[in-house]
């Protein structure tokens, strides 16, 4: 069975940095690309992030674009999402989610439960 | 970037009612379009991708279409636990969801 296990959330001030991670397993976590989707509080779906396989690319919307990262260790089965200079609009739970495929194009296939994310002081 | 706009906002049915979302592109998606169901503090489902393949373990009331830019999810006969928000997504060149519909008890 495909599990997908997101942490690091929490409370974190406007202009700081939080690092989530995503464990999976119950697959062959380097054969699939991998992504992240936010959603805020009362509102849609957000697509964030993405990463093939084997990491060698990554892609982010324009509204984390230079602010966050996304990386995973494939030896670890863990995916990651580096994000600095966190605004209130970042406010969100995050979901790790699993692509139907190792690279584009691909739909996500199997989501984690989430990880909050609030920025406030 | 494509944008996808689903219609209506929400959509008010009883059960047992047929149920018919839509999804519109603002260019063509060829058929990357996937279509997911949430429910209140759960994660997303996967219901439907490739426009019309259903994923494994969904019941065959659900049924997608489309083509082009214009696509359709139908619910053939709504059941108590398919009152929820659906969102639908494209995931070719770019990775946009809709804002979804939600469907609700009348």
């Known amino acids: 069975e495909v599990q997908l296990w997101e942490s690091g959330g929490g409370l974190v001030q406007p202009g700081g940095s939080l690092r989530l991670s995503c464990a999976a397993s119950?697959?062959?976590?380097?054969?699939?690309?991998m992504g992240w989707v936010r959603q805020a509080p009362g509102k849609g779906l957000e697509w964030v992030s993405a990463i093939t396989g084997s990491g060698g690319d990554t892609y982010h919307a324009d509204s984390v674009k230079g602010r966050f990262t996304t990386s995973r260790d494939n030896s670890r089965n863990t995916l990651y999402l580096q994000m600095s200079s966190l605004r209130a609009e970042d406010t969100a739970v995050y979901y790790c989610?699993?692509?139907?495929?190792?690279?584009?194009?691909?739909?996500?296939?199997?989501w984690g439960q989430g990880t909050l994310v609030t920025v406030s002081s | 970037e494509i944008m996808l706009t689903q219609s209506p906002g929400t959509l008010s049915l009883s059960p047992g009612e047929r149920a018919t979302l839509s999804c519109r592109a603002s260019?063509?998606?060829?058929?990357?379009l996937a279509w997911y169901q949430q429910k209140p503090g759960q994660a997303p489902r996967l219901l439907i991708y490739?426009?019309?393949s259903r994923a494994t373990g969904i019941p065959d009331r659900f049924s997608g279409s489309g083509s082009g830019t214009d696509f359709t999810l139908t619910i053939s006969r709504l059941e108590p636990e398919d009152f929820a928000v659906y969102y639908c997504?494209?995931?070719?060149?770019?990775?946009?969801f809709g804002q979804g519909t939600k469907v609700e008890i009348k």
């Open positions: 119950g697959f062959t976590f380097s054969s699939y690309a």
């Open positions: 260019q063509s998606v060829s058929s990357y």
């Open positions: 490739d426009t019309s």
């Open positions: 989610a699993k692509g139907s495929t190792m690279s584009r194009p691909y739909y996500f296939d199997c």
């Open positions: 997504q494209h995931y070719g060149s770019s990775r946009t």
